[in-house]
């Protein structure tokens, strides 16, 4: 087994954590960044004339998108939907239609749909993560890649960094995040589909990339193992798949690991008696 940068890094990995650390002390800062923005929208768009459920619906869907920056479910909930509450709560939009109160939940339905939730909420891959993927999990030029659920298309950037001669293709569940992802991607020569990337088939791919719930590994294992070509990747970040013996393990700049298995997969008990368990860095 292969362990990339895992006591170079150890530095920047502190750093990466402090970073993050430092993100989770601005709360609140970015729920009332999104609910004042949510309000100044609604309150401009009232100004010039608008109808009060399109002023609602901008107000809320700046809080959707703002959302991303809650680190947790929680979070994104309460950046999402502060502004159209305190609407409620104030009595603010007294005139609007009953119906025009599910337009924030629409919005927030579309953009995380509840398979989605199961499998992974929107969390993007730090642009620099996977540098030094290609090192420890080399393609030819050309190879298909895919990030699957891939969000807003922060995976494939950070892929693209990676493997620049690789042919990039990303499936999102959610219809809005897929559309940004298309945008974002078109400078990169990525492809974004729209669809359930239980749905996709692997075979085609030389790597397959996960930023995915934990519990989401074992089913990516199974499709993984069932139609992953021999000497393809799957790659998983932060979360490890339990069963499997990884080839090789990334240290993403961040101190987070990019778990690296190759096809055929070695299960974890077939080799444990081969790799000392001092040697496995820790399971989270
Ligand atoms: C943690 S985010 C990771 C986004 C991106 N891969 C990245 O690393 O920046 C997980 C994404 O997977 C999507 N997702 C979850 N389940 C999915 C499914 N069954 N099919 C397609 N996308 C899915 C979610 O909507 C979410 O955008």
């Not at 362990?3 to 993050?20: E, F, I, K, N, T």
């Not at 119906?99 to 992974?120: G, I």
């Not at 729209?194 to 692997?202: I, K, Q, S, T």
């Not at 990334?250 to 000392?276: H, I, K, M, Q």
Request: hydrophobic share 50%; proline share 8%; aromatic share 10%.
């Amino acid at each position: 087994m292969q362990y990339g940068a895992l006591v170079d890094m150890q530095a920047p990995a502190q750093s990466g954590v402090a970073s993050r650390a430092a993100r989770r002390d601005a709360w609140p800062l970015p729920a009332l960044a999104a609910w004042g923005l949510g309000w100044a929208l609604y309150a401009g768009l009232r100004a010039c004339a608008a109808p009060d459920a399109a002023a609602l619906a901008a107000g809320a869907a700046s809080g959707v998108v703002l959302s991303v920056l809650g680190g947790t479910r929680s979070r994104r909930f309460i950046i999402a939907l502060g502004f159209p509450m305190s609407l409620l709560a104030t009595g603010g939009a007294a005139a609007l239609p009953a119906w025009a109160w599910l337009l924030p939940l629409a919005l927030l339905a579309l953009a995380y749909p509840l398979n989605a939730w199961r499998d992974a909420p929107f969390f993007p891959t730090p642009a620099r993560a996977l540098d030094g993927l290609a090192a420890l999990a080399p393609l030819p030029d050309g190879a298909s890649v895919l990030d699957a659920g891939c969000g807003l298309g922060h995976g494939l950037d950070a892929l693209r960094r990676a493997y620049p001669a690789a042919r990039l293709r990303g499936t999102e569940w959610s219809w809005p995040l897929a559309l940004m992802a298309r945008w974002r991607a078109a400078p990169l020569a990525a492809e974004v589909r729209r669809g359930d990337m239980w749905a996709d088939d692997w075979s085609q791919h030389a790597l397959v990339y996960l930023f995915q719930r934990p519990e989401s590994l074992p089913r990516a294992v199974a499709k993984a193992r069932a139609e992953l070509k021999p000497g393809c990747w799957l790659a998983s970040l932060e979360f490890e798949a339990a069963e499997l013996t990884p080839q090789a393990v990334l240290t993403c700049d961040d101190g987070r690991p990019v778990w690296l298995y190759r096809a055929p997969f070695a299960s974890r008990n077939e080799s444990a008696a081969a790799v000392p368990s001092s040697s496995r860095p820790r399971r989270r």
